[in-house]
């Protein structure tokens, strides 16, 4: 174990990106539990990034660029694609906000998804990673990309 943060250490070569993405997935590895993840945690950063804005737009832009900071110290590919998310995430945003129904839909989508979440560690029988450490909460849709970009053979 590594003494500064609890995650296992791999061979000297491995990246620190891949480091933190073994150990969240070491809890994940039941297959309703990783597809109640893929669903839930893009709600969950859908809804966050809502909740920011609606208390304060600058909030959501500055959450969104200290988190794009945090993702280009691990892994440029998942940059790119972290900030066409989030550009996608303030558009729906915009668009819930001008409709008027930015907070009540952003807190239910919010309450909804971490239900999920807590059922499928339930299911998994595993405490959720970021109980461990926090920036799991920021490696969550890390993983969630993870799975997609091994699916199609892009490698981060």
Sequence with gaps: MNSTNDIPLASAGTRRVDQLLAHYGSSHQNPVNERIHCVAIPLIMQSLIGLLYAASPVLALLFQGASLV??????????????????????????????????????????????????????????PSFFEDLQYLWIGPLFVLSLLFRKIGLRW
Excluded at 82 to 100: C, E, T, Y
Excluded at 109 to 127: C, N, P, S, T, Y
């Design 70 to 127: 945090y993702y280009w110290r691990l892994s440029a590919v998942f940059l790119v694609s972290m900030v066409a998310i989030s550009v996608l995430m303030l558009v729906i945003v915009a668009a819930l906000h001008v409709k008027g129904i930015l907070l009540p839909v952003c807190i239910a989508v919010f309450v909804l998804a971490w239900i999920a979440q807590f059922i499928g560690h339930r299911i998994e029988g595993k405490k």
